[in-house]
């Protein structure tokens, strides 16, 4: 199996449709960050080698909505799993490489 780190972008375009784009990141991020614009306007970057992805609120650096915080929410859960699910599994593999050396 090749376990060489990768990043994968997909593009959708059909008739009468919205176009859809897919960056998938099976590599390191090399880099997360939150930050907030002078105007105001809050956002987190995720970025690799290969891509940066960019995540803001809705409309041209208007006010917060009830809906820009629930995605915040999601992100931050969402986020809290990933970690708890990488510090479970490396615990794992940890252990199982320690007990066989």
Do not use: K
């Not at 972008?9 to 990141?25: A, C, H, K, N, T």
């Amino acid at each position: 199996m090749n376990w060489r780190p990768y990043t994968h972008l997909s593009m959708s375009i059909d008739p009468g449709e919205r176009p859809r784009i897919g960056i998938s990141f099976y590599a390191s991020i090399t880099r997360a960050r939150a930050r907030v614009l002078e105007s105001g306007r809050p956002y987190l970057v995720l970025e690799s080698d290969e891509a940066d992805v960019t995540v803001s609120t809705t409309g041209a650096a208007g006010p917060v909505t009830a809906e820009d915080l629930d995605i915040a929410r999601e992100i931050f859960n969402a986020a809290a799993r990933y970690l708890a699910d990488c510090e479970r599994l490396y615990a794992e593999h940890t252990q199982a490489t320690d007990s066989a050396a």
